[in-house]
């Protein structure tokens, strides 16, 4: 149950960090890879100021200002100086990469006692029910545990209701529309670049804050935590798209969580039938891969050419 | 309310690929005209309307609209003034979002977009009483992509969302050559009628002659990228079809013996 738990809680987490890669990639087109270096980025900010005693709401949030960052300045390389867009990521991600190191001053801060989020929550859980257990469905479950798991079901919601509230608004529209027909948002008098710009800053900012979460739900910011997690989002995205088979705006963010919760609980369940760790991220890359080719293989195999 | 001063554009200057698109053209348009650019492939009418539309810089010359120096203008900062319509009916609409939120973006052209919603009470009435009046069925289907649509439907919507909020300037980049005869017949229609009831100042490129005749008041002919013949007032009213098509002869007959001239006195000096 423990098993479970932690695993819905990290795939909550990790569901702003599948939002965050879905704007970049559903709507602008792009495998923003800056993510790999955003979510430690997150994760690095947060953990040095928990370190250092700041109020975790703060440093939560300073974490995903930092994302937003890094995110409008591969929106920047890309547009102002006209670098390909995934290698302006690849750019920003290296140098994410020094970035970090300098940011946690080492490759690891651990916040076994530093007051996060988390902590707060597993006390506040604690108190209200005033028992260490309680019993869901004949289940025994650590009340901390499903404090933990509540807070980060309130932060997806939370963050895919603004998240959707801001695609619907004028701007949010515009954005949209700039993945769909740059040329047309030009000509009705909307900076393209500019959009692109914002866009990848808000995807950027959801994956720190992902990753500002996941360290403190963890209890440490790692400088090697990112590798690899676009291709997770892009997971989660895919997953999220299959469960609900739909791309209008509100399921596909419902899927992303959906998805990102799924994914994660089959790579628990992998690893718990004895799938072996540094096997993960080459299983997520062949299952991205699949996901990628086999719509369009099904398809040709059902509607034969006609030759 | 547009004047061209000598305007100039060379693309990919130097290299073998090197095409002088416009040479010098000279030009102003009077408030309410409706002038009709036609030219053969390769003429310069399409650079001529991206140029006011702000596509590209020019290599020298100035472009002033509606009182404005806009030649340093980007594009989506002259979208405030100008209005457009592509040739591609894919090129002027999102095809992913849905009809009312295609038209909540031409309504706001030009205008700084806020955190408002996009889909707002005040935009959603008119616009089914609008879209209605196409007679094309299309009311009830605000909230379905665009992209579902047929090329005619989505040439229309572009021309009503590039006209929604009234422009300085209109441009139609040959919006019908795309279209099968009977939705062009439709989309030429209502261009008649949005030009009319607003006269709308509008610059329309196309290459047919009978378009030509039928519609405006003033016809440019680009050739080589200079502005060949400027038929306006009785003379354009006058004017047929058959007309145009002696003067583009006449063109061509006059570049043949050009370049057989050339040939001629090539082969006897060199």
């Known amino acids: 149950m423990t098993l479970l738990l932690g695993a819905l809680t990290i795939g909550l987490i990790l569901s702003l960090l599948a939002m965050g890669v879905m704007i970049s990639f559903r709507i602008f087109a792009i495998p923003d890879i800056t993510t790999d270096g955003s979510i430690t980025l997150g994760a690095a900010i ?16 300073a974490g995903a200002l930092g994302g937003a960052i890094a995110g409008a300045v591969t929106g920047i390389l890309h547009t102002k100086f006209q670098i390909n867009a995934l ?30 989020l988390a902590s707060h929550g597993e006390e506040i859980g604690e108190s209200l029910l005033g028992a260490k257990t309680l019993n869901v469905f004949g289940w025994s479950v650590a009340t901390s545990d499903a404090a933990l798991l509540l807070m980060a079901l309130g932060a997806a919601v939370f963050a895919g209701a603004v998240l ?53 739900y963890q209890g440490f910011a790692d400088a090697q935590m990112g590798i690899g997690m676009v291709v997770w989002g892009l997971a989660s995205v895919i997953i999220g798209e299959a469960l609900t088979g739909s791309r209008s705006l509100g399921l596909t963010i419902i899927g992303a969580i959906m998805g990102s919760i799924l994914f994660r609980l ?10 072996n760790p540094n096997d993960l991220k080459l299983i ?10 086999l719509p369009g293989l099904i398809a040709k195999i059902k509607k034969p050419s006609i030759a | 309310m547009l004047d061209l001063q000598s305007i100039r554009k060379t693309f990919n200057p130097g290299t073998v690929n090197e095409v002088r698109a416009l040479q ?6 009077d408030e309410g005209a409706f002038v009709v650019v036609l030219g053969m492939n390769g003429s310069g009418k399409s650079t001529l309307l991206n140029a006011v539309a702000g596509s590209f810089y020019l290599d020298s010359g100035a472009i002033r609209l509606s009182g404005n120096d806009v030649t340093r203008w980007p594009e989506h900062r002259r979208a405030k003034l100008i209005g457009r319509v592509f040739q591609n009916p894919f090129s002027g609409t999102a095809p992913n979002m849905s009809i009312a939120e295609n038209f909540a973006l031409a309504a706001g052209r030009g205008q700084p977009r806020g955190l408002g919603w996009a889909l707002s009470k005040s935009l959603m009435a008119p616009l089914r009483d609008r879209i209605a009046s196409l007679k094309m069925g299309l009311e009830g289907r605000l909230d379905n992509a665009i992209g579902s649509l047929s090329g005619g439907q989505r040439q229309a919507l572009t021309l009503l969302m590039a006209t929604w909020k009234k422009p300085r300037l209109l441009l139609l980049d040959e919006h019908t050559a795309a279209l099968d005869p009977k939705s062009a017949e439709q989309v030429l229609a209502l261009t008649r009628e949005v030009i009319g009831r607003d006269t709308l100042t509008t610059l329309m490129v196309t290459h047919s002659m009978q378009q030509a005749v039928n519609l405006g008041d003033r016809i440019i002919m680009m050739h080589r990228g200079t502005v060949l013949h400027d038929i306006r007032g009785a003379e354009k009213k006058r004017l047929r079809a058959e007309d145009l098509i002696d003067r583009f002869d006449a063109v061509r007959r006059r570049e043949q013996l050009d370049e057989s001239a050339a040939e001629m006195l090539r082969a006897s000096y060199l």
Request: positive net charge.
């Open chain 1, 46 to 61: 947060a953990a040095v100021l928990l370190a250092g005693g700041t109020n975790p709401l703060l440093a939560t949030a």
């Open chain 1, 87 to 116: 290698l302006s990521g690849i750019l920003v991600m290296t140098a994410l990469y020094s970035v970090n190191l300098h940011v946690m001053g080492r490759s690891n801060v651990p916040l076994m006692q530093a007051r996060t």
């Open chain 1, 284 to 293: 997520t890359a062949l299952f991205v891969f699949a996901a990628l080719v």
């Open chain 1, 164 to 216: 959707y509230l801001f695609f619907r608004t004028s701007i949010g529209t515009a954005m949209r529309a700039t993945g769909d027909n740059p040329q047309m948002v030009r000509a009705l008098g909307a900076n393209v670049e500019g959009y692109i710009v914002l866009g990848l800053a808000l995807s950027n900012g959801l994956v720190a804050l992902s990753g500002a979460l996941l360290a403190q």
């Open chain 2, 24 to 29: 010098g053209v000279d030009l102003t348009i």
């Open chain 1, 266 to 275: 089959l790579v628990a369940i992998a690893l718990r039938w004895g799938l």
